[in-house]
């Protein structure tokens, strides 16, 4: 395939509940600039040059996100495609090959999944693991490809990749997909050497995703056929989205697809979902705090103390593993052993009509 047929879709939908009051309704965690000067959505799309142009650059998103990030990327105003209802990743999926085969007058093209809000570096060792996935993609008829990053500890926060058979150059079949498992099983995935972390990341062709489509989610199958043939492929969107199936792309594929791969990858990577994921990503103090604006600590230590208010001072005596985070209109604090309740906090000021303060 020409390398202009290499796409990249990044998945940029998600609300990021769990950093409030930082993330807000109108400001959600892939639009975040949580440490650098680069938004998370802006620092996935530079990571990925020039491996793939800004022209091949796709953004699926919430309708209500679709104007900010066209002002924000330097791509093209069209590549930025708007979901009108949340329907999971497979919906998003069919929705990207859809205007990838368009674009392309119905060839196949080949395309790379990404989330908008992880932390991988160096780049150059993504592109690498990325170019060895495209060429087995579009080397093995229906295959689809996923990116696995060789675990360092027992994580129960992530799903898992059992590898096969090696197939060449740090590829493997895929034997079976695990769901995130509790601390004992994780172990026992260490211990037997041939697991992966799910990153999330995908790579197969247009024409292969759109095989196991038909073979498996028939309803997502004809949205792709329907919208490369309509005459306005937004009002097609705006109507026939919101009839597709709210599924995940792992249970309606994955999970049934026969001829999967697994590239491993060593490259460093977090799959940013909480305050305490920022620790060893912004430097620390002394005693392990994570700290940015002004504050304060006496006695304080492992904690996350985030301050965006220039006229504010934060003080803190005495504590440890907790988060303290005033952004905006809002204060929070936790401990880091709660911090996963933070969703069910915004979900209460919902419940109470309190909606300027998410």
Known sequence: ????????????????????????????KQLLTLFGEATMLEATVFRLQPLITLENIIIVTNKEFQGQIQQLLPIPAENVLAEPVGRNTAPCVALAAAFIKRKLGGTSGTMVLLPADHIITPAKELQNVLNTAKDVAEKEPESLLTIGINPTYPATGYGYIQCGKLYGN???????????????????FIAAGNYKWNSGMFVWTVESIEHEFRKYSPQLYDFIQQYVVSDNPETFVETHFPECPNISIDYAILEKAENIFVCEAEFYWNDIGSWSSLRGLIPEDEKQNTVQGKSVLLDVNNSVIINDDPDLMIGVVGMSEIAVVKSGNGLLICPLAEEQKVRDLVAELKNRNDNEYI
Do not use: C, Q
């Open 170 to 188: 740090g590829v493997y079949k895929v034997d079976s997909f695990k769901e995130k498992p509790d601390h004992k099983t994780a172990e026992k």
């Open 1 to 28: 395939m020409e390398k202009n047929s290499l796409f990249a879709v990044i998945m940029a939908g998600g609300r990021g509940l769990r950093f409030w009051p930082k993330g807000r309704n109108a400001k959600p």
